[in-house]
């Protein structure tokens, strides 16, 4: 789950990493409100789940508030990386001196949390990983253990010379781990935590994104979470307690089981197919879960032909065979189906599909065959 920085913000203030205090506002009027409250230079940001904003024009200095109300109205509604600006961020201008990069990921390598930390930071830390990685320092922190003052001390060593800052930036180091590993993050990010013409350390931006897997007992940051800025399909799967990810393909796919899905889109491919998304309806399948499916696979324009793929064990196959009558009642589905279903209450599953004309096949890879030419034909 992504957070948005004026939250990612509040995380980091409450371990302490010093940032300025700002507010967040939905029109022009309330950030030019805002910037009066503030007073002096403020900076305008756009609050989108979307790096790069400094260059897409979503970061406008306003030297007072009726400027910081011609930027708002510049940025609200507009699209960063096809993402609509609803809200943006008001906070004190900082003065810069240097802008460096540290950011905190859990590496699925070394199974462990991995500092990332370079001096070249600010607006192109991607063009710095790729051109020039030498000037990324990298250290792996074992969990077990945590942050070691000496490797905060080392990190901190990597972005500054002056000892007051270096001792000011291994604080930060400390509270950004604390963040992450609190908060259940995969990642944590300050770009550019800046240095100010008066020596001060300050981080000027922070992203976070939470694993999606610790939401479950950390319900007061699910809250967090904004439906408005996310993929609409994905959205609403989760709503209906669905796994789904939202794929290029044009063969919808309708399996029960994490690894039976993940084989019927390897089989979509060997076929020469390419799926539109996983999904996983989970074991007991109600006919409800299966009319869901079919609702978001079949908002996808992209969707040339949908193949169901039940292997009935706890699922039983007369639910889903239910459920998919029920849903082409409630609505229109105006692309080919293909059913594999075998297991549990199959007979039963099979008689319920006939009675409204439809086939089911037991052969995976016939069915998986099948569903692929007929997205071909269609496309
Ligand atoms: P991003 O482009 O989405 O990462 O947005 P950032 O918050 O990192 O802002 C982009 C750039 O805008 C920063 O690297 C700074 O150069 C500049 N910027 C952001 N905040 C301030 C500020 O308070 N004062 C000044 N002078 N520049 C800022
Ligand atoms: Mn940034």
Not at 106 to 128: H, K, L, W
Not at 278 to 295: H, T
Not at 334 to 356: D, F, K, S
Request: with cysteine; aromatic share 6%; charged share 20%.
């Amino acid at each position: 789950m992504n957070l948005h920085e004026y939250q990612a913000r509040a995380l980091l203030k409450a371990v302490g990493i010093p940032m300025f205090e700002g507010d967040v506002a939905s029109t022009p009027t309330e950030a030019e409100a805002i910037a009066r409250r503030i007073g002096g230079t403020v900076v305008i940001k756009a609050q989108v789940h979307a790096g790069g904003r400094g260059k897409a024009g979503g970061v406008k200095l306003a030297r007072n508030p009726s400027e910081a109300m011609d930027e708002a109205a510049q940025i609200l509604g507009m699209t960063i990386k096809g993402l609509t600006v609803h809200k943006v961020l008001v906070v004190p201008a900082a003065e810069i001196a240097t802008e460096s990069y540290v950011g905190l990921i859990m590496d699925r390598e070394t199974q462990r949390p991995v500092f990332m930390v370079s001096s070249a930071g600010g607006v192109d830390i991607e063009e710095v990983a790729a051109k020039t990685p030498e000037k990324i320092v990298r250290l792996p922190v074992d969990p077990t253990y945590g942050l070691f003052p000496h490797q905060a001390l080392r990190l901190a060593f990597v972005l500054y010379r002056d000892f007051g800052q270096v001792k000011a930036t291994a604080r930060i180091m400390e509270q950004l781990y604390t963040a992450f590993l609190g908060n259940g993050a995969s990642l944590a990010e300050i770009n550019p935590l800046v240095t100010t013409p008066d020596g001060k350390v300050l981080a000027l931006d922070a992203k976070i994104v939470i694993d999606d897997n610790e939401l479950f007992w950390r319900p007061d940051l699910g809250v967090l979470r904004d439906d408005s800025a996310e993929e609409p399909s994905e959205a609403a799967a989760r709503r209906a307690n669905l796994s789904f990810i939202k794929l290029d393909g044009d063969v919808g796919c309708v399996v029960n089981g994490a690894g039976l899905a993940m084989a019927t889109m390897d089989l979509v491919k060997y076929y020469g197919g390419e799926p539109a998304n996983f999904l996983d309806i989970g074991g007991s399948s109600s006919p409800e879960k299966v009319i869901n499916a079919l609702k978001i696979i079949t908002a996808d324009r992209n969707v040339k032909a949908i193949l169901f793929n039940i292997f009935g064990g706890i699922t039983r196959t007369d639910d889903v065979a239910n459920g998919i009558v029920a849903a082409t009642r409630q609505f229109q589905v105006n692309v080919p189906i293909v059913i594999r279903l075998t297991g549990t209450n199959e007979v039963e599953a099979i008689r319920i599909l006939e009675g409204v004309g439809m086939r089911a096949l037991s052969d995976m890879d016939q069915a998986v065959q099948q569903v692929v030419e007929l997205a071909r034909g269609a496309a």
